[in-house]
């Protein structure tokens, strides 16, 4: 369901930046995400993957600063 949120994350993931740029793919990671939950026409389950969202979001947030490509 979040193959292609996590494969453009990945694809920022991959370029050269700095702390703000890790922030924002991490964010677009979010909001890509969001945007296919809302096709789900389930209210449980968008309210579910909504929280998923969010908690994956942090965890993106303290763990895979080390995947990050940052300037040298």
């Known amino acids: ?3 292609t949120s ?4 990945d694809e920022y993931y991959d370029k050269w ?3 703000i740029d890790r922030k924002i793919a991490d964010v677009y ?3 890509y995400i969001k945007l296919d939950i809302r096709e789900n026409k389930c209210i449980i389950q968008i309210i579910y993957f909504y929280i998923w ?3 994956y979001y942090i965890w993106v947030r303290l763990w895979w600063g080390k995947y990050f490509n940052y300037k040298k």
């Open 17 to 19: 930046g700095n702390a």
């Open 53 to 55: 969202a969010y908690i």
């Open 1 to 3: 369901m979040f193959k």
């Open 6 to 9: 996590c494969n453009k994350h």
């Open 29 to 31: 990671l979010l909001e």
